[in-house]
């Protein structure tokens, strides 16, 4: 594995309150095109240089169809359904919706915290059992926020800013909005299910 790129972390192993960088630190190309497949809605206009060379690739697009819907299951890289003892508190790791027809991965990031750490415009009914659920794609100029320091969720293209016990609120940088969250719950089985799509358009753009 190159020490340089972020890219290749094992996607399966949650990662830890420290200045890293998480799983799937670059949108791969078929990330890009299930993404835009994801929508049939999504739309492509240019893939461009990042301004970290080699950590994300840039995109812009418009969200017009649903992502997740009632009862979607979030999974991991591997189709895994997640249970509530996935995550440690402090802990974050990518997930997607369950694979069904006309809809291709979207990467989310999903946080874990103690209940009494959030606040502010974390739409708690969205969450359970200390779990939140945001985009993963910038609000800024479309790149993955694929690191961290300490609590905070970082976009490492310019730099933004995050709080994901503050309802994804920006804290540094250009991002003009927050990360949308996903309204999550438990299954009857023990798994984390969507009751529906994230609360906001997905990506840069959708003011
Ligand atoms: S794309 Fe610019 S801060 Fe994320």
Redesign the pocket.
Known sequence: MSEDCPCERDAEEPVRPSIYTDERAEIERRDVAKLLATAGGLTALASLAA?LAGL?Q?FQRTYTGPIYGEEIPLVDADGNRITTDRLAEGEQMTVFPEPRPGIGDAPTLLVRFPETDYGGETNMAYTVEGYAAYSKI??????T?SDREDETLV??????KFDPTDGAAVTG???PRPLPQLPITLASEGHLIATGDFEGPVG?GGE
């Open positions: 301004p994300q840039v910038c609000t800024h100029a479309g790149c926020v976009c490492p293209c310019h730099y933004g940088g250009p991002p840069a």
